[in-house]
């Protein structure tokens, strides 16, 4: 009798998660495993998620718990109750949560009460402020997880100096296959005038979600007079929660603001940026991937690796530095990182999951 295939639960709720999922999920299947993809419903604007799913071609999800948003405490709990009972009449070999939102920690929690293997990809970064739902996120799914898949050696010693390295691999970072996968796609199929009337070079392009900065009126107004002392325009697109908050903004003139962007076009107006100024974390690295300097509105990074040469460069919600950070360029190539041996890292995390069976 033919042996059952390896069955994985994989979770993603949040935009830069279809991103993640997009090449691991393909391998998975590729490799003959059942994969469920479960969509928690965190994000649920089409431009926030439909959209990543169509351009990424990625499956559609097997169950969508349409949580929607909500409090911490109600987004996490709604989604753990929708998972808890589609885990139990699963029972899979596996779960797979990726990176650090309320859809991660939920799976996590979910999974490890249910004594079900863990896997975490995106594993041992860390910002160090506690006060970033999302370091709770990571913390609490890290130290829960049976097989932590780290991006970078940084990570690797991160979860050392934790106390945790079994189970740990470097596997590289998922999302620099992304990027170079659809980068060359994304020229051929995008035109920049599609979605901007400015030049290459000429622009910069902006983005702000964080909770720290949107939902806080004078860090939102330093970015923006930040944004405002540039001598070039910047197009920053909308996330939902930024869009609630920018209408009691002055908005600068220098400002474009557009819907939120799918994943080509937004790869092609960020290498032909003049410079990137964002409190994501997926983008900062994306960014100095395709070469155009970055300015990140945060006061730390997780991404460590994009500071060398000054390709990125802190500069918190101040409009002083943020215009600082802009004027001096960065020095040699930009840094390489994400890559480890015997990549790339969705074959070693499918190869590492294949190990549950
Ligand atoms: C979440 C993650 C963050 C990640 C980001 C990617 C957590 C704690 N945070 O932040 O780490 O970088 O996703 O984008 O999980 N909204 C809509 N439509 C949507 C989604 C959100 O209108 O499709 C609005 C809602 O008003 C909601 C707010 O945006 O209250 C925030 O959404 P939420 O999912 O809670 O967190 P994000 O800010 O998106």
Redesign the pocket.
Known sequence: MPSMPMHIVSIV????QFVKASVVSRVLRDRGMEETLVHTG????PA??EIFFDELGIPPPDHNLDVG??S?AE?TGAMMVGLERLMEARRPDGVLVY??????IAGALVAAKLVLPLAHVEAGLRSFNRAM??EV?RIVTDRLSDLLFCPTETAVRQLASEGIVRGVSLTGDVMLEVTRHFAERADAQVALSGITHHEPGRYGVATV???EN?DDPARLAGILEGLASLEFPVVLPL???TR?RIDQQVVPSNVDLIEPLGYLPMLTLVRNARCVLTD??GLQKEAVWLGTPCVTLREETEWVETLVGGWNRLAGADPVRIREAVDRRPTGRPPEFGNAPGGPASALIATALESLG
């Open positions: 709720g949040a935009r830069p965190q994000h649920y604007d926030m998620s948003s909500g911490h987004q990176g650090d939102t309320n859809s991660t739902p999302e996120n979600h964080r909770a949107a996330h939902p929660r609630r994501s974390g």
